[in-house]
Nanobody
Framework: VQLQAFGGGLVQAGDSLRLSCVAS??????GAWFRQAPGREREFVAA????????FYANSALGRFTGARDAAKSTQYLQMNKLAPQDTAVYYC????????????????WGQGTLVTVSS
């Protein structure tokens, strides 16, 4: 499985941004979004069940971020609304979990990351 994330950029606080992650290779059941801010550990943002589209979020994402997938386009998305400076991070997509969804070590495949910078 190969993953390519894109859609990051520089936005102002309160703005919205949509990240995309295009997958290629064999099918998988779960995808996820993580983020890593400078000097911090990689943290879970959202998980997406590619079979039925159900989602699971970190508390920091609830009510602001929405994960989705388009199986026909082999793409998963992260719609981010009401962005704040503390959302500044490199965002990574991941695929195929073998354990707890919130743990980075549970995920087998990773995209290259896309930088989101939110100015105040």
């Amino acid at each position: 499985v190969q993953l390519q994330a894109f859609g990051g950029g520089l936005v102002q606080a309160g703005d919205s941004l949509r990240l995309s992650c295009v997958a290629s290779g064999r099918a998988f059941s779960f995808g996820a979004w993580f983020r890593q801010a400078p000097g911090r550990e990689r943290e879970f943002v959202a998980a997406i069940n590619w079979n039925d589209g159900s989602t699971f979020y970190a508390n920091s994402a609830l009510g602001r971020f929405t994960g989705a997938r388009d199986a026909a386009k082999s793409t998963q998305y992260l719609q981010m609304n009401k962005l704040a400076p503390q959302d500044t991070a490199v965002y990574y997509c991941a695929a195929e979990s073998v354990g707890r969804l919130q743990m980075p070590t549970s995920w087998t495949y990773w995209g290259q990351g896309t930088l989101v910078t939110v100015s105040s």
